[in-house]
């Protein structure tokens, strides 16, 4: 363990460099360890090493600091002012020599391992993501999964998130993205609805329609985006039907009950089943895209670069941009606006 590895010099009154090595290493990555975890016995569970240990890795650091870092209770443990400071400092280099001593023990001891926390919007995740986790785990069977859905981007810092599947455009210079496929939307309706109601020809025909939609994490409703005369435009169609669950907008659309905007790889499969018949395709917006996001680091840990590599080959393998349109479409009425 780190804790173990880490020399303590003694303190002699040399150069600020060897004064700040001698400051305790242990000490620090003891610190860290009781910060994140809010604990001295959480803490040593991390570390392999026993609450006493830790307990007393800490105490020495404070002694060397000549300053408290914790404020301890028989029910908690919380940082003081000086301990919130000094943490902001220390877990940088902290992380960056974990990850040394991580990217080292990979390279000795041979095929992936370890946990991978992975980020994915739900429907992305259950349609896509999920369905690969399997035979990723017969591969790399050393690897542990943890896949967390959340309509709000995954955090790959404060979160614990080793990789993120996001969608849109991205600017976020502080992260690797790597683009898996373009991210088309459709609106979309049933055989059924279309064969009752027609489908809209214009941006401005989706008024007359019966629309679902979708409520965002920050309680706005999704606005539709669409491209005309060449230039962005967006929508927001008043909705008979509203779902906080891509899966069910997309649940109601199949049974008929109106006209949703949806995105291509959920949308794939029914469009070749016939299930389902795009409309307003004139009006595509531009793509943006599905990205398979890392924090950005020279060195990958095995598992994080085996899951990206088996991820990209395996998403852009699924065909999930088919857009064709099958004959119910071409053949279904339309509405005359102007009647």
Not at 94 to 107: H, K, T
Request: some cysteine; hydrophobic content about 40%; overall charge positive.
């Amino acid at each position: 363990m780190l804790v173990n590895a880490l020399v303590q010099a003694p303190l002699d009154g040399r150069d600020p460099l060897t004064s700040s090595f001698s400051a305790s290493y242990a000490g620090v990555v003891a610190f860290i360890a009781v910060a994140t975890e809010g604990s001295f016995a959480r803490a040593g569970d991390r570390l392999g090493i026993g609450r006493s240990a830790v307990s007393r890795s800490v105490q020495k650091l404070e002694g060397q600091l000549g300053t408290r870092l914790f404020l301890r209770t028989t029910r908690a443990t919380s940082l003081t002012r000086e301990g919130e400071r000094f943490f902001e400092h220390c877990r940088p280099g902290v992380e960056r020599i974990l990850q040394a001593l991580e990217e080292m023990r990979d390279l000795r001891e041979g095929p992936p391992r370890g946990l991978l926390r992975i980020g994915a919007t739900p429907g992305f995740g259950r349609k896509v993501v999920a369905p690969l986790l399997r035979p990723f785990r017969a591969r790399f069977p050393g690897v542990a999964l943890e896949l967390l859905l959340d309509e709000r981007d995954a955090d790959l810092v404060t979160g614990r998130v080793d990789v993120a599947f996001r969608e849109g455009v991205l600017d976020d210079s502080q992260v690797i993205a790597k683009q898996l496929i373009p991210m088309r939307r459709l609106v979309c309706a049933s055989p059924a609805y279309a064969r009752r109601h027609g489908l809209p020809q214009s941006i401005e025909d989706l008024a007359r329609h019966a629309c679902i939609n979708r409520r965002l994490p920050n309680g706005r409703l999704c606005r539709w985006d669409f491209k005309r005369d060449g230039r962005a435009a967006d929508a927001a169609p008043s909705a008979d039907l509203v779902f906080n669950d891509p899966e069910l907008v997309l649940h109601a659309v199949l049974a008929g009950d109106g006209l949703a905007q949806l995105p291509a790889y959920q949308a794939s499969e029914p469009l070749r089943a016939g299930t389902l018949v795009a409309c307003l395709e004139a009006f595509s917006p531009d793509d943006g895209g599905h990205y398979l996001c890392y924090l950005s680091r020279e060195q990958l840990p095995k598992r994080i670069r085996a899951f990206v590599d088996f991820m990209s080959a395996q998403v852009r393998a699924l065909d999930l941009d088919c857009c064709a349109r099958p004959q119910v479409e071409r053949t279904a009425p339309t509405v005359d606006v102007a009647a």
